[in-house]
């Protein structure tokens, strides 16, 4: 063990298996303890980024720990390719003695990874009230967005009551995050807090949230929490919001009203509820409940619906371009993901909206959205020189880029690593087979045909 990737080696393999008495050992082997500190900041895991306090972080080696900091004196923030730090290894392990020790050396306890995700978003993501608390009561920032959503989303879309009770006394955003305030967050979760809880069913977290300001009208697209509430069975989310001065004439996703959402799933006891608080239609020929709900299934109203769902992602595909034009991707990007919640099945403005995320920086959304937009595309084609092998290098395309874009997503996952190593041997093989030296540029650069 002369060479420092040897050490480097060992040393993560030790921190791994929770070996602190070989780390020693290598450590009096090594002699300087400037050299053995380097090496146990510099080296890591070839797949993952984990260097040796990662590891003991994770499998909860509280002395090792100990050993690292207090004695060899490692830095404390160290990343992984995915950009979490150890005290984020230690809450996903539920490690509560590491998490308190860790920040009470100074670790960074609201540092978020490449998709957004912070201490604290873990321990909710965990059900961990423990650490939920300890976090919240060392002050991590509470309105942090990420791909799972804010804080507050998380614990509303759980049902985490607990949580959202601790999170409002802290100062949580009731509403979402304001892109006018926060312009590099891209509210990955569109629902509001409210909204979570009407669709985990939630009635307690429903009345905290509404007890502690919350906006009932406030939404970003789609449904808006007195939408989602007109589709439950139970009218008791409904009641509850109309209480809470919800608007029931408030247009949904610019096209529907509660009423018509109500009536869309046959849900006659919301019907009923809001038909007396709702301002008449005046397309609808009768304008009772039942022939709002006959009107509501009938062709005719489906056409004119189609008719107004077109003009709207017009509309909206003209702004998203203009904004584009003028380098405002924030709300071009904004633009096209009202469109895909209006037309899911449409993987063009998700295209779109991956393509200003990347321009933007925002690789972590980019790649998701591209992820999306692949499973949208199935009849997607790759460039080749066509003949008998070309659905064979059509499938064996789609694998490698969906393989390659869940592994950059999550590259400290071992399954999800090995399907990338077979879809890149499978990969190269094609290439092989392709004689055009521009086939396989394009092939390379497959995002460069769209």
Sequence with gaps: ?????????????????????????????VGDEWEFRKICNEYSDFST?????????????????????????????????????????????GHIKIVEFLIKQGADDSFPNTEGLTPLHYALLKDNKKLVELLLAEGAFVDADS??????????????????KSLLFCGADVGQPSVALFPNLFCAVVDTPLVCAVKARSFECLAVLLAAKANPNLYF??????????????????????????????????????????????????????FPVTERLAHYPNWTIDGIIEYIHSEEYKEMREEKLTKRLTELELGGKRDASHKNY????????????????????ISKQSLWEARLGSG?????????????????????????????AN????????AGLAFLLDPCNEEIGYAFGVTLFDYFALLCQISSPLEILELQNPWCRF
């Design 364 to 392: 972590s959304y980019a790649l998701t959205d591209a992820q999306r937009w692949i499973r949208l595309k199935p009849d997607l084609n790759v460039p080749h020189h066509g003949g008998e092998n070309a659905d064979a």
């Design 221 to 274: 697209s789609g449904l808006s929490p007195l939408g989602f509430a007109a589709k439950e069975g139970d009218t008791i989310f409904l009641k509850c919001l109309l209480q809470a001065k919800a608007d029931p004439n408030l247009v949904q996703t610019d096209i529907y009203k509660p009423i018509e959402d109500a009536a869309m799933v046959h849900n006659r006891a919301a019907v009923e509820i809001l």
């Design 395 to 402: 499938v064996i395309f789609k694998k490698f880029l969906m």
């Design 330 to 349: 924030y709300n071009g990007i904004l633009k096209y993901k009202k469109a895909s919640l209006l037309d899911p099945s449409n993987p063009r403005w």
């Design 49 to 93: 980024g984990r260097t040796v306090l990662h590891h003991a972080a994770e499998i909860g080696h509280f002395e090792i720990c100990k050993f690292l900091i207090k004695s060899v004196q490692v830095y404390i923030n160290p990343l992984t390719y995915k950009r979490d730090t150890p005290l984020a290894e230690a809450v996903k392990g």
């Design 1 to 29: 063990m002369n060479s420092t990737s040897e050490i480097g080696a060992a040393i993560i393999e030790a921190g791994a298996s929770g070996d602190l008495n070989q780390l020693k050992a290598i450590r009096k082997k």
């Design 147 to 164: 791909l799972d959503g804010t804080p507050l989303q998380i614990a509303a879309s759980r049902g985490n009551l607990d949580a959202i």
